[in-house]
């Protein structure tokens, strides 16, 4: 996942002047050509524009972003994310565009139907509490009082990659994630208490991490090493181990496994797999100012 930000994040009259000239002159010039992401400034031909008219942009398909207000939504086909925000801890901040160059396929279907994926001791019961977009869209995962393993289970591609899920603690604390088998594959244990991962795979190359996403929420991520048509989540009563507990819920949301060394944007799916395309940003020649003497970019 890659962000564009303008490093004059801190400027909201872009073509203020100062000394006689724009704000964003440096050492006597002033450029033609401004793309500022944050500040929602552009310039070409040392005049205001616009990003449509100053940038060419595609994507061939929807993607999402996370809004000002926290939200996770979706944008239509070459439509750009601008305005892309990332939770710091307290407050939503603008991260000015999301740009991801490379296009991933979330290789689970139902993403955000659990209720459809094959459960051993644990119930499933949607639309109980607001989501991550905002709406009343989160499944409440329970285990039943069956003294025993308790997993939710869906096979995807058998390959290496990134299994992720935006979780958010309600009456239990630690969240299982699996990739492949308990005893031979990728396992991570999350704190959703604390926001901390307190058991991690011990496979060399593998990773975890927890994103906070405001509200509650984190987005759980098990960079994985290891091969395995085998995708599953479970409650845990310990933080140390595997074991499940006899009654506990988690709130969930938004499952997703991609291949790739690190989670990227959240794609939805339903019956079949989906594909966000790449993503191209250009600058056209005519917009770029030329000196055939002398040029700085």
Known sequence: MRSIVSPLSGIRSPFGLRDGASVYAILGFDPALVFDFVGNYFRKGSAASTFGASITHARASSATMMNSS???????NNVPRTGHHIYNGS???????????EARTNLLTDSNDFAAWAKTNLTATVNQATGPDGTV???EIGVTSIPSNSY???NATNTSGTLSYFVKQNTERFFIIVRGAYASGDWAIFDLSTGTVSKSPTHSGSSTEMVPM????????LQSTQSSNINAFSISGSGTDNTTVTSGTVYLWGA???AGSTPSSYIPTTSATVTRAAETLTVPAANLPYNSTNMSI
Do not use: D, P
């Open 256 to 258: 997703q496994f991609e």
């Open 137 to 139: 869209s989160a499944t």
């Open 152 to 154: 939710a289970i869906k």
């Open 70 to 76: 926290g939200a996770l939504v979706t944008v239509g």
């Open 91 to 101: 407050a939503w901040v603008n991260e000015g565009i999301l740009h991801e160059s």
């Open 214 to 221: 405001g509200n509650g929420w984190y987005r759980c991520v």
